[in-house]
């Protein structure tokens, strides 16, 4: 029998990677999304499609209404999402406090429910410098921990942890995947807005692989080839 893997999948172009290297790699698949209250939900949706469409047992955990414990981000506030690239200071603006453990947590739990050794998140080279959450070290307790919290031991990989998106993007390429099925801007809005964070370096992944992006841009400031 294979090994299973639950893979937290927020619907990002990261995560969808990263839920077909999974398949790819001839693991059971269980994708978990969270609704925490973020302003672009509609990432949830996309998920929801790809895993309708390939059959991936899928789970969605409400967690909007723990009274707001998941806020003080411009993620989940009304605060304005900033523009640019990660690296940037102000894009300190959309850490949401504690979310990765959160998740991890919830993720193994629904692991050991479903008999899966592992769990992957999409944490990348990119996240670094402005996530703690998303850094090596924080990757490395976790794991730690996981596995000895419970009878029987969760493993927690951040697979793309030492790539950035436009490797990230290599590999989805190289699979053939359909990049219209996901969202990756932070607002949540018909077209994606082209400046946040988020846009800025998935255009960038697109224009360096010299392919078009397909989702809708309001603008995009990053040339496609």
């Known amino acids: 029998m294979s090994q299973s893997v639950v893979v937290i999948y927020s619907g ?30 509609r990432e949830l949706t996309a998920a929801r499609a790809v895993c309708e469409r390939e059959g991936i047992p899928h789970r969605t955990v409400d967690l909007a209404g723990l009274g707001g414990l998941l806020s003080g981000s411009a993620l989940t506030d009304d605060t304005p999402v900033p523009e640019g690239h990660y690296e940037e200071d102000t894009m300190k603006a959309t850490v949401v406090p ?16 479903v008999g899966a050794d592992r769990v992957w998140f999409g944490a990348h080279g990119g996240d670094h410098a402005i996530y703690p959450d998303c850094r090596p070290e924080f ?37 053939g995947l359909d990049y219209s099925q996901t ?10 807005c082209g400046r946040c964070g988020s846009c800025v370096e998935r255009l960038e992944a697109f224009a360096h692989h010299g392919v078009s992006d397909p989702l809708p841009y309001e603008t995009r400031h990053v040339p496609e080839a």
Request: charged share 25%.
């Open 12 to 41: 990002g172009m990261d995560s969808f990677t990263l839920l077909h290297r999974a398949r790819r790699d001839g693991y059971r698949v269980h994708a978990i999304s969270f609704d925490y209250g973020q302003r672009h939900v």
């Open 98 to 113: 504690n979310r990765n453990m959160i998740l991890l947590s919830l993720a193994t739990g629904y692991a050991v429910t």
């Open 139 to 175: 990757v490395e307790k976790m794991d730690a921990a996981c596995r000895v919290a419970n009878y029987e031991p969760v493993q927690v990989e951040a697979p793309y942890l030492a790539l950035d998106k436009t490797e990230i993007l290599s590999e989805g390429l190289a699979m």
């Open 183 to 192: 969202w990756t801007c932070y607002n949540g809005r018909e077209a994606a």
